[in-house]
């Protein structure tokens, strides 16, 4: 029975989709090309219980966030795997970040990346298997924001990468 | 001679900023073809049907609405340990429109879950890396498990078999003789189905088995129903695919369910035999509970649920239940149940406030269930008509969120040592308020699900809103230590992302839900937020919640259409929305509205450069000219430094007729603007919002103004506006609450300034 499989991509991370809605399992990324600082700012949002819960069966311990009880090792669990499992390429070539920061909203954590020094922005190819290990009906929503377009990607398990020329 | 002169100058100057353009370019274009009427602000006579004997212009039901009637009575029995439902229905339907029915149409919405259904032919899909095994086994070793209706028979109440066809989710009756208007006739259907695990299968009904093996049932369409026949659609002929839910009409329920003795239950209707099911102590605290209007009574508790799941008896015990005037019925039942209640006055009248839930919803449930119910009420009543039922219920169902008449099922579950995020709590109190509040709308403003998605879920998610932030002011504590209950939608600036995005996946809301590519934001919070926009920015509160409340009040135990809707809140409200209907509704546009350009002028007696070539290029001396009151743009060539510091006094043709034709004390009444602005705003979006534009001035002050959208009416793109003011303008911002949705607010700002995105003030906040 799949009616919610084909409930795709709501864009604004809903928690209630009221009737006949069950949890919704997303997480929402947005990245702007800035070409004046020719970097890509990057803020990815997933819903913190979701990402606790994943990183707690992958690690065989109690990972907890937004809590009094979060550790270093905790946030550095969620560093690396989103890392590991959110992949950036430009132009074809595999990027690496730099790690900003993050933040709690609520009920959802916000991680903030930049990519530097991309002085020409072409072609953007993106993997993103967050949580795609843990809930079947995992979709992750990418929005791209350069000075002249928006576009938007839904990757789920089925198709875990998008690939976007500008 | 002169004053003639004088005209053809006064028609040059009013047609200045065309004459311009038209003075330095040959016209060598080619003649443009014609076109119809495009305009924005263009009436939706050809999107909307004639009103007629039906459904009147004002949008209130008219003289000749009809609606049809379904009575049921039914015997349903659980049997516990198969988890199969066996059901006897007596349907009476009563036919109140003007036509001859020659078939009857009644849905087998169970049929979606039966071995031949057709529901996962639609869904196109690719190879899947890896997949569950469960959802393997459905996608290519066959069906599992077989949850469609078995129908043992269908008769006529001399017990004579009647002839029937099911094509799927639908049964064609076939009577012996054609139902005329005002007919009635009773029949009686037969059936038994297997239920299924909503928790692996994903159904809006089903059972869940706790950790103890005891299930908890919460079912719904459990019944073959009859499908709404109307003006509009004659009999509703599309399918339940399983995601667009139901169209039913109105009757009266009289329904006997029988379940193991040791079940707590709670139903659609009053219970009328109260007496024989309720113990003393749940009598003695069921009559607290009617007295109690702050917190819950508990009728059942956690120790005696718990006891309860231990026993699992093989007696059964049969709750009888009488509803009047809904469209549905459901039912929760379980042994693990603890149940609670409290009353809450709504009118006159008393409502009780109702929650069942299992142990595993603690601490949560037992804490906030009922009173957000509570509250759902209050808020939902007077947005809409006063709760006209005796109860609204609660049920705590893991990943559930589904509502039928006075009963609803929710999530909402807390670990299992009982920790909880904010998330699951928020998730839980959002999920109740929505659930409960589907009883206003559609169980009683009752439109079609089935083709309209956006009637219900998007009306009701915008109440949901207003109920949220009621919640949140009248339990601070509740939500401590936000200061505003974090809803995540209805603010205008929550449905940007949506609107903003690839135009490729959005639908207009005026879609079928089942042919939208983003369910949830299309039908949920794209018409929420567009009916907060409209309360809280275009009509106002007042104006807006008058007609949002006709609307309810017009169409409470009705059927209504979109145009219902949208013709009843501009018939009250006296405010034309054709165009806001046409923008939000019917199409995929989307708000950007932005400042293009500012040129400052000064005023000056002396004449300009722009008038002096003109009248040179028309023969004519300054002497021809009265005196005139010149403007001149900063930094041009007539510019002088010491325009910036005089008054209108020192204009001296001005002075001149102000003294000459003014009274001394109207003089003093007269403004003093030194500095003038030519704006020129922008629309880079479809959607014609007012322009909102606030005002910063040299000392710090601010002042707002609003142009309504109707400025936009003859040009789409750009419109200029003159703003007269006594003290400099050092800034001019659009729409700065961010209240219209606009998904580009890089322009909104003169000067031109980067806004400080997300990013870049996280960063900076880091970096200090």
Redesign the interface.
Known sequence: ????????????????????????YAS?T?I?YVPQEQSL???TEI???DI?QALSERNLREVHL?SKKQTQADVLLLKDYVFKKFVVFVNGAKQDYNY??L?YD???VKL?L?IPNISSFERIEIENKILFDTF?DQQNII?IKTPDA???L?LD???PKGLLNF | MKLLKFLSFILIMSSACFATAQDTEPIKQERKAGHLNNNRFKQLYQEFSSPNQYRSASGAPGPAYYQQQADYKMDIVLNDDTSVLYGTETITYTNNSPDVLEYLWVQLDQNVRASDSKTSLIEANGAAPAQQASSFVNSYMGEAFDGGFKIEYVKDRKGNNLSYTINRTMMRIDMPKVMSPGDTYSFDIKWWYNIVNHTIDRARSGYEVFDDGNKGYVIAQFFPRMAVYSDVEGWQNSQFWGRDEFALPFGDYDVSITVPADHTMDATGVLTNRKEIFSKTMMNRYNRAKQSYETPVIIVTQEEAEAASKTNVKATKTWKYKAENVRDYGFATSRRYIWDMMAVKIGEKDVMAVSLYPPEGNPLWEDYSTIVVASTLKSYSRMSFDYPYHKAISVHAKGQGMEYPMICWNYGRPDAEGQYSERVKYGMMSVIIHEVGHNYFPMIVNSDERQWTWMDEGLNTFVQYVAEQDFGEWYPDAIAPNKAYPSRRGPAKKIVNYMGGDQDFIAPIMTKGLNTYNFGANAYSKPATGLNILRETIMGRELFDHAFRTYSQRWMFKHPTPEDFFRTMEDASAVDLDWFWRAWFYSTDYTDIGVKDVKKYYVTSKMNKQVREMIKARGMKESDLPPLVYLVEEGAEDFEESMKTQTLNDVTTLQSYIMDNISPEDRAKLKNPSFFYDVTFEKPGGIPMPIIVEYTYSDGSTKRETFPAQIWRKNDKEVRKVIASEMEITKIMVDPDEETADIDTDNNAWPKRKKLGEFKSFKDKVKN
């Open positions: 029975m799949r009616f919610f499989t084909i409930f795709i991509l709501a864009l604004v991370l809903p928690v209630v989709m009221g009737a006949a809605i069950h949890k919704f929402t947005k702007e700012q990057i803020i819903f913190t219980d606790q937004d900003i920061g933040q609520v009920d959802r903030y930049e079947e929005h928006r576009r938007s839904v398990k089925e198709n």
